[in-house]
C-alpha cells in the first residue's frame, strides 16, 4: 500500500513539473512575440495545451503566473569549487552549461531576444538565469589569470555572449535542439581556448 502511494506521488510530481514546463515556454513565447501585455491565461491556456481551470487553479491572473515562471528560473550553475584553468575543465563547464540548458528546456532561438529586452520581467530572468554563469565564468578566469594561464584582458561577459551565441547558431544551423550532443562543448574549447591564454 505504501509503495502504491509513493508511486502516485512520484507521477504526481512528474505531471506537474511537465504542465509547468508547458506553461514556462508557452509564457515566455508570448511575452518574447508580444511583449508582456499580450500574456493572458487564456493565450497561454490555447498555446500550452493546458486547461485554463488547471492554470486558474495555481494563478489567479497573469500577472502571479509571470511572477511564479519568473521564480522558476532560478539556477545554480555550480556551486562547488572553482575548477582549475585547464582545457579539460573549461570543455566541462561549456557542458554544464549545454547540460543545464537541456535538462530545464530552455529554448536558446529566444535567448538573444530575452537578453536585449529592457522589460522588466525579462532582466528578472537575466539576473537570475545568465548571473550565475557569469559569475561562474568570471572565477574560472580569474582563477587563470592568478595561476598565470590566462590574458586578464579577457572578457567575461563577451566570453559568456560568445558561448550563448554558439549555442543559438547550432540549434539554427543544425535545426535541431541540443539534445546528447557532448562534440559542441569539445568544438567550442577548440576554439575559444587558445584565445583565454596568456
Known amino acids: ?3 502504491r502511494t509513493t508511486d502516485t506521488m512520484l507521477r ?18 508570448i511575452a518574447v512575440e508580444r511583449g508582456i501585455s499580450g500574456v493572458t491565461i487564456e493565450e497561454v491556456a490555447r498555446r500550452s495545451g493546458v486547461a485554463k481551470t488547471t492554470i486558474y487553479r495555481r494563478y489567479h491572473n497573469a500577472d502571479e503566473l509571470l511572477r511564479e515562471i519568473s521564480a522558476m528560473y532560478l539556477v545554480n550553475p555550480d556551486a ?25 528546456n530552455i529554448d536558446v532561438k529566444r535567448v538573444g531576444i530575452v537578453l536585449s529586452s529592457e522589460a522588466e520581467f525579462f532582466q528578472h530572468i537575466v539576473n537570475q538565469v ?3 554563469w557569469l559569475s561562474r565564468v568570471a572565477a574560472f578566469l580569474k582563477q587563470g589569470v592568478t595561476q598565470g594561464v590566462f590574458r586578464e584582458s579577457v572578457d567575461e561577459k563577451l566570453l559568456l555572449s560568445t558561448i550563448i551565441g554558439s549555442l543559438v547558431a547550432y540549434e ?17 574549447s577548440d576554439l575559444l581556448w587558445p584565445a583565454l591564454l596568456k
Open 80 to 104: 562547488g569549487p572553482v575548477p582549475s584553468p585547464t582545457r579539460e575543465h573549461f570543455t566541462q563547464l561549456l557542458q554544464r552549461l549545454v547540460d543545464w540548458v537541456r535538462n530545464n
Open 172 to 188: 539554427a544551423i543544425e535545426g535541431k535542439a541540443m539534445d546528447d550532443d557532448t562534440a559542441w562543448a569539445a568544438r567550442m
Open 12 to 29: 504526481g510530481e512528474r505531471t506537474r513539473e511537465a504542465t509547468d514546463r508547458k506553461l514556462m515556454q508557452a509564457t515566455l513565447q
Open 1 to 3: 500500500m505504501m509503495e
Open 130 to 132: 545568465i548571473t550565475p
